[in-house]
């Protein structure tokens, strides 16, 4: 049971530089989230989709995009690093939102770092 | 604006000591509430969730929580600590700024469990 699989686990980039963070489910969910957390601040919402091709704003979306192209993945992309986006970054999904009732589901966490 | 605050940063118990673990929200409706477990490293399992009915909630491990409106808290217990329960705790609510398909988390407590 892979669950939610987020790559790559580990990354380390020079301030202006671009990335993609994958996030793959295997559970059919519809809802897909991305989280970071920071030391104090717990998890903050960056973006989440409610269905395949569609995204929304969460609490921290500056300087971050998202695309749900596919059903089973969710991808958060930094198109220009910078050191404020040093986090640990969580994708996570679920069958229907928080207020259906139903188990969100957490990936391991990837970690990056901005220098 | 809804929020949900965790009180305690850290908290320390002796293995086999009862534990309470503190949560206040502010939030107008009924809100749905949960709690979340963190593991050095690892992502999130859900502990346990509250939508209505009875107030008293049993999770998984053990843990129990108790929803009192009337104080807008949602405290997590356990009778007795296993130093397994050494984690980071989150407790979170329905962000309703999301609809509540998404959660919005406190900023957390973690327990250390000694000998």
């Known amino acids: 049971n892979a669950g939610v699989t987020q790559t790559p686990k580990f990354r380390v980039l020079k301030t202006g530089q671009s990335m993609t963070l994958l996030c793959a489910q295997d559970?059919?969910?519809?809802?897909m989230y991305w989280y970071r957390q920071d030391p104090g601040m717990g998890l903050r919402l960056i973006h989440y989709?409610?269905?395949?091709?569609?995204?929304a704003k969460g609490e921290v979306p500056d300087g971050y995009n998202v695309s749900r192209l596919k059903k089973q993945n969710f991808l958060l992309g930094l198109e220009s690093a910078a050191p404020s986006q040093t986090s640990v970054y969580f994708c996570?999904?679920?069958?229907?939102?928080?207020?259906?009732?139903?188990?969100?589901?957490f990936g391991e966490g990837s970690w990056l770092t901005v220098v | 604006a809804q929020s949900v605050t965790q009180p305690d940063i850290h908290i320390t118990v002796s293995e086999g000591a009862s534990l309470e673990l503190r949560c206040n929200y502010s939030?107008?409706?009924?809100?749905?509430l949960f709690w979340y477990v963190q593991s050095p490293g690892q992502g999130l399992q859900l502990l346990l969730k509250?939508?209505?009915?009875?107030?008293l909630v049993q999770g998984i491990k053990g843990f129990e929580a108790e929803f009192k409106r009337s104080q807008s808290s949602f405290n997590l217990r356990k009778p007795s600590v296993h130093w397994s329960d050494a984690a980071e705790y989150f407790c979170?609510?329905?962000?309703?700024?999301?609809?509540?398909?998404?959660?919005?988390f406190g900023s957390g407590t973690r327990l250390q469990v000694q000998p």
């Open positions: 996570a999904s679920s069958y229907r939102g928080a207020y259906s009732g139903n188990t969100i589901y």
């Open positions: 559970m059919n969910h519809e809802y």
């Open positions: 989709s409610v269905g395949e091709g569609t995204t």
């Open positions: 939030y107008g409706a009924t809100p749905y």
């Open positions: 509250y939508f209505s009915g009875d107030t």
């Open positions: 979170a609510v329905g962000a309703p700024d999301t609809g509540r398909r998404a959660l919005t």
